[in-house]
């Protein structure tokens, strides 16, 4: 009897080695991560299906504008659109930014940005999740950064906003944000009257301040043609981006390298359905108007 009391006894007091402690940690531990990821998997699930929710429920609003709007007698002219032109009743989340292509007062095609998620619509096949990506840069966002120091600032006045100047806090437009890097253009003209082959020059010259490590250029058809989201451009796709476009002497021109004339205006003509630079225009007047565009890494806007 008094054997058997002292191994009840033995057992009672028996504790956890360290070793057993540390495994129980280590399942414990691979339970809750197991839950955590599933739960975060149930998160993101419902998430993108409120947001592509939200972008159906935009183009069925937006359609439902045009066709109100035509009825009223006001014809939306076919062209693509940046989403912030539109102001519709809808549930759901609106798209924070993104465009809409039109044609006969009906959307025919559209690129929408909600929440964190990218979506691609055609009239053909609908709305479908291109990818998740958090942008916090849309196309056209003011960004304050010093070239120079390679910071974000916060000591902009309008007065460092005037021609030729390079030096100090700048006041940039972000476009064309990836996950790591944005492109930043500069909010004005740092060279006027210049020649073509120059701007490379121009560009080396004006900046020769800034840090040796930034992506410097001007900004290319190519990417306004990304920007808007289309292979072809008209008169009515460019003017909806107005942060593409610098005032010269009370006339509007386009920020990237201009012209003093041109077919549609501002430098650029239209051929083949492709937006390109009135070359003749630059052989005979020069080109006015160099706005320089950088590539930098996000981390420096987030600190």
């Known amino acids: ?28 531990s691979i339970i809750a991560l197991i839950g955590y990821s599933s739960i975060g998997n149930v ?3 419902s998430k993108q299906k409120a947001a592509t929710e939200s972008a159906r429920n935009y183009i069925k609003a937006l359609d439902l504008k045009l066709v109100s709007d035509m ?11 940046a989403v912030e032109a539109f102001e519709v009743a809808m549930e759901g989340t609106n798209p924070t930014s993104g465009t809409v292509e039109i044609a006969n007062s009906k959307v025919i095609k559209a690129t929408l940005i909600v929440d964190e998620f990218q979506f691609q619509y055609d009239i053909a096949t609908g709305v479908t999740i291109l990818e998740q990506e958090i942008r916090n840069y849309p196309n056209g966002t003011v960004v304050f950064f010093n070239p120079t120091t390679m910071q974000k600032c916060n000591d902009y006045v309008n007065g460092n906003s ?14 064309l944000e990836t996950s790591t890097t944005v492109n930043l253009l500069l909010d ?19 900046t020769q301040d800034w840090n040796s490590s930034l992506q410097k250029s001007v900004i290319s058809v190519y990417d306004v043609l990304k920007i808007i989201n289309s292979s072809t451009v008209t008169t009515t796709s460019l003017t909806d981006y107005s942060w593409l476009y610098v005032n010269i002497n009370g006339g509007i021109y386009p920020g990237y ?16 359905g492709k937006l390109i630079p009135t ?25």
């Open 1 to 28: 009897m008094f054997i058997k009391n002292e191994i009840i006894n033995k057992l009672k007091n028996k504790g956890f080695t360290l070793i057993e402690l540390l495994a129980v940690i280590v399942v414990l």
């Open 71 to 81: 009825a009223s007698g006001v014809n939306t002219t076919d062209g693509i659109y």
């Open 257 to 272: 390298w201009t012209s003093t004339a041109s077919d549609i205006g501002g430098g650029w003509a239209i051929a083949d």
């Open 43 to 45: 998160i993101n699930v």
């Open 188 to 206: 004005h003209n740092i060279d006027e009257n210049i020649e073509f082959w120059s701007i490379d020059f121009s560009l080396d010259y004006q």
């Open 162 to 175: 005037v021609s030729y100047n390079v030096a100090g806090c700048l006041k940039w437009y972000a476009y």
């Open 279 to 303: 070359t003749d225009n630059y052989k005979q007047d020069g080109w006015r108007g160099v706005r320089p565009t950088i590539t930098i890494n996000k981390s420096l806007l987030n600190s």
